[in-house]
């Protein structure tokens, strides 16, 4: 058995030390994805993705955001969508992939029908996530340059990670987890602005539940379904870079760095908006504004002129027009068709450039205002500049509290923070 399926496998179902911040932090996650996938409920791929499932009147086993149960694999192919459907969930950068919305889905199936103490669903969670962003640093940006969205291929074997750990699996049936998940495991960028990329993680969720069920019945997958010659590394593009994904793995948890979105579009916006609010932007002084970024998200968020609202989470010059004229970025309802066939965010969009710059890193954005009166002004926003935890929590905090209200987001921080059983997390997805 290879290397890095051996190394991982154990990892998912040893035993592990975590520290209090990735404790704190994967709990902050738990309260952020389940108000993002409340607040997408009524999102047409919600819509669609919920009907078809309840429609197979399938066992009901688990519950799905917006009401009602499913089976296992159906209700993580929900809730993996549901909860991207905003694209508002977080994100990692070291593999630029949305751990939670493939893994949290998978977990909770899983936890919730068990009926396994909520600790049990955070802990899974975390291994889950943590094993994602590995997997993703084995890969390498080669394979999600190539086309192949992380949250889909990297969050796959999170999610089944997570799913297996909870399933009480041994090292060798992880090993088979993976190597099965391998030949599942799929999403292209393609779907970025369509109602495939939320899709993609609804996909890595149930795919994840799929596996590690077949594997508990027996099923027995190919060994070298990762590393080997024909593995999902060489087919997809991965580098191979076993060094970085196994480096400091099960001591040191790279999740603690995970980004909060705080903007409800594509996270790569994420530093230019900031950088915005830094120049306090208005429309009416606007001569000209450029945008700044690296090159890596020119392909992913750089739509010139989108006409839907989910285009618009993937264009820099949209957001930033629609943060001059004094929409809240920050709710989901901002983003619509109707605003970006306003005339007026068309003609600001107009007057904003979006250039590549090799020099900043993948959090970083430069922004650059002339204004009307002749006066120049910059502003440089790097997202992983640090922040106190507790600065963090707030910010998490308040925004679940915009979507779901502030007496039911405290009420889920307490839950999490003082446990309970995953069973009663899982029927706040229903609001």
């Known amino acids: 058995m290879t290397d890095l399926t051996s190394a991982l496998a154990e990892f998912a179902v040893g035993p592990v030390s975590t520290t209090a911040q990735a404790r704190i932090v994967t709990s902050l996650s738990a309260l952020d994805w389940l108000a993002v996938g409340r607040a997408g409920t009524d999102e047409p791929v919600s819509r669609i993705i919920r009907q078809m499932v309840i429609g197979e009147s399938g066992a009901a086993q688990t ?6 149960s499913a089976p ?13 459907a905003l694209d508002y969930d977080d994100t990692h950068f070291a593999h630029i992939g949305h751990p939670s919305v493939a893994v949290f889905p998978a977990a ?15 802990e899974a969670a975390l291994v889950g996530m943590e094993l994602s962003i590995r997997i993703g640093l084995w890969l390498g940006r080669d394979h999600y340059q190539a086309g192949f969205h992380q949250t889909a291929t990297a969050g796959a074997f999170g999610a089944a990670a997570a799913a297996g750990r909870l399933m009480a699996l041994d090292a060798k049936q992880m090993r088979d987890v993976l190597g099965l998940t391998a030949t599942r495991a799929s999403g292209q960028k393609s779907q970025f602005g369509t109602m495939g990329k939320p899709y993609n993680a609804g996909l890595a969720a149930s795919n994840g539940v799929e596996a590690a069920q077949l594997v508990r019945n027996g099923f027995q997958p190919g060994a070298d379904a990762l590393e080997g010659s024909f593995g999902f590394g060489a087919t997809h593009l991965g580098a191979g870079d076993s060094s970085s994904a196994l480096n400091g793995l099960g001591d040191e948890w790279l999740f603690e760095n995970v980004s909060h979105k705080f903007h409800a579009c594509c996270h790569g916006l994420h530093a230019a908006l900031e950088a915005a609010l830094d120049l306090d932007i208005a429309e009416p002084e606007v001569a000209e504004i450029k945008v700044k970024t690296h090159p890596r998200w020119m392909s992913v968020c750089n739509q010139l002129q989108p006409t839907s609202g989910l285009g618009a989470k993937f264009s820099y010059r949209t957001v930033i027009a629609m943060q001059a004229m004094g929409y809240d970025t920050a709710l989901p309802g901002s983003y619509s068709d109707k605003i970006c ?20 890193s993948e959090t970083q954005a430069r922004l650059s205002l002339l204004r009307r009166d002749g006066a120049h002004r910059e502003a440089t926003h790097d997202l992983l500049a640090p922040k106190s935890l507790s600065d963090r929590e707030d910010r998490v905090r308040d925004k679940a509290s915009k979507l779901i209200g502030g007496d039911e987001a405290d009420a889920v921080w307490s839950m999490l923070r003082t446990g309970g059983r995953a069973a009663d997390f899982a029927e706040r997805l229903a609001d």
């Open 108 to 122: 909770l199936a899983l936890a919730a029908w068990e009926d396994r103490p909520l600790v049990d669903l955070l």
């Open 72 to 84: 296992l694999r159906a209700a993580a192919l929900v809730n993996g969508t549901v909860s991207h």
């Open 341 to 360: 066939a306003d005339p007026r965010l068309q003609s600001l969009r107009d007057r904003i450039t979006v250039e590549a710059d090799d020099s900043l």
């Open 63 to 68: 519950r799905l955001f917006g009401g009602g």
